[in-house]
């Protein structure tokens, strides 16, 4: 035990070595090991030590600097990394390379953005709340690059859609993103279309998060302004008159979406003024997937409480489920 303690206290030593071949061996046994439970959790007993040799090697020559950032989003999917990583400043580090435009691992720096975002402090390094100057430039930079390389084979930013879910999980972000003139709801909806699946599921789950607390956050009001917004999104999750979304997880985060709105007065009001039920019901008919058409089914009993037309809680009586007919 001793020995292989310090085998680790050696090998971190190398990643520090000035001799090149010294450095690219070291991060390759590095990488090797990151690839197993048991390899990340012989490497975090030194976290102190490994991850800030490893975070200089980010910007070394590419392919040391590949295993070093394989090795940091393998061991990243641990809280406890994660939280050392903050505490290093990677987020910072992360935009510094990305807004320079010359790190040739960019699909790679985003990867582990995504993963450090998956905590709270990380999304709000992310966010530079606490800079009134600053704030929410990284966001704006990371979307920016986002939607300009939309269409690109390979997709290096298609991971910036976990980051945006991860980010809309707290009010902080959702608000915001969702402030006047960024036009965030628009960009969002923008890559529903997107032949990547990663872009939609992230975005669509982005969405769905901004909904979800849109009345508390008072946010409610800005997203019901963009209807033709909410009529893509709808379309999209019934393909009335364009082609549905064909996964099924990111139909129903879609139909989540209409759902919180529906459940809000002002949202249900919009919706129904926008023929959402009719919209609704034909995507029903040719719905297939039971969690779609539960989502579906609570978003009708919405709809038919707010007007009156039932009065207890049997609305799923107005719905005839084996014949597909609201």
Same mark, same amino acid.
């Given at each position: 035990?001793?020995?292989?303690?310090?085998?680790?206290?050696?090998?971190?030593? =190398?990643?520090?070595?000035?001799?090149? /071949?010294?450095?690219?061996? @070291?991060?390759? *046994?590095?990488?090797? *090991?990151?690839?197993?439970?048991?390899?990340?959790?012989?490497?975090?007993?030194?976290?102190?030590?490994?991850?800030?040799?490893?975070?200089?090697?980010?910007?070394?020559?590419?392919?040391?600097?590949?295993?070093?950032?394989?090795?940091?989003?393998?061991?990243?999917?641990?809280?406890?990394?994660?939280?050392?990583?903050?505490?290093?400043?990677? %987020?910072?580090?992360?935009?510094?390379?990305?807004?320079?435009?010359?790190?040739?691992?960019?699909?790679?720096? $985003?990867?582990?953005?995504?993963?450090?975002?998956?905590?709270?402090?990380?999304?709000?390094?992310?966010?530079?709340?606490?800079?009134?100057?600053?704030?929410? =430039?990284?966001? +704006?930079?990371?979307?920016?690059? =986002? *939607?300009?390389? +939309?269409?690109?084979q390979p997709d290096p930013h298609e991971h910036t859609a976990l980051v945006?879910?991860?980010?809309?999980?707290?009010?902080?972000?959702?608000?915001?993103?969702?402030?006047?003139?960024?036009?965030?709801?628009? @960009? *969002? %909806?923008?890559?529903?279309?997107?032949?990547?699946?990663?872009?939609?599921?992230?975005c669509a789950n982005a969405l769905r998060n901004c909904c979800f607390r849109?009345?508390?956050?008072?946010?409610?009001?800005?997203?019901?302004?963009?209807?033709?917004? &909410? /009529?893509?999104?709808?379309?999209?999750?019934?393909?009335?008159?364009?082609?549905?979304?064909?996964? @099924?997880?990111?139909?129903?985060?879609?139909?989540?979406?209409?759902?919180?709105?529906?459940?809000? /007065?002002?949202?249900?009001?919009? &919706?129904?003024?926008?023929?959402?039920?009719?919209?609704?019901?034909?995507?029903?008919?040719?719905?297939?997937?039971?969690?779609?058409? +539960?989502?579906?089914?609570?978003?009708?009993?919405? =709809?038919? +409480?707010?007007?009156?037309?039932v009065e207890d809680t049997k609305a799923s009586e107005d719905i005839d $489920?084996?014949?597909?007919?609201?």
């Amino acid at each position: 035990m001793v020995d292989d303690h310090q085998e680790l206290l050696d090998l971190i030593e =190398f990643l520090n070595s000035p001799r090149l /071949e010294v450095q690219q061996g @070291a991060v390759g *046994l590095v990488e090797g *090991l990151s690839g197993s439970l048991e390899g990340v959790e012989k490497l975090l007993s030194e976290a102190e030590k490994l991850l800030p040799a490893l975070l200089k090697l980010i910007g070394a020559q590419k392919d040391i600097s590949k295993g070093a950032l394989t090795s940091l989003i393998n061991l990243s999917q641990k809280e406890e990394a994660v939280a050392e990583l903050v505490k290093r400043k990677v %987020v910072g580090r992360i935009m510094d390379y990305l807004q320079e435009g010359q790190h040739e691992h960019v699909e790679l720096l $985003i990867m582990l953005l995504a993963n450090v975002t998956t905590s709270d402090s990380g999304c709000l390094r992310l966010l530079q709340l606490d800079s009134s100057s600053l704030a929410g =430039f990284n966001v +704006a930079v990371l979307l920016r690059r =986002f *939607l300009d390389s +939309a269409g690109e084979q390979p997709d290096p930013h298609e991971h910036t859609a976990l980051v945006l879910t991860n980010i809309t999980r707290l009010k902080e972000g959702r608000k915001l993103l969702l402030e006047p003139g960024r036009g965030t709801l628009q @960009a *969002l %909806v923008s890559q529903l279309s997107s032949p990547n699946q990663l872009r939609r599921s992230g975005c669509a789950n982005a969405l769905r998060n901004c909904c979800f607390r849109a009345e508390e956050d008072g946010t409610l009001g800005d997203l019901l302004e963009d209807t033709a917004s &909410l /009529e893509n999104v709808l379309e999209l999750l019934c393909g009335v008159t364009r082609k549905k979304e064909n996964d @099924a997880a990111v139909r129903n985060s879609l139909a989540e979406c209409i759902e919180m709105l529906v459940s809000t /007065e002002q949202g249900g009001q919009v &919706l129904w003024d926008m023929k959402a039920p009719e919209m609704l019901r034909k995507g029903y008919e040719t719905e297939e997937d039971p969690e779609v058409c +539960a989502t579906m089914e609570r978003i009708a009993h919405l =709809f038919l +409480a707010d007007s009156g037309a039932v009065e207890d809680t049997k609305a799923s009586e107005d719905i005839d $489920i084996a014949d597909k007919k609201w």
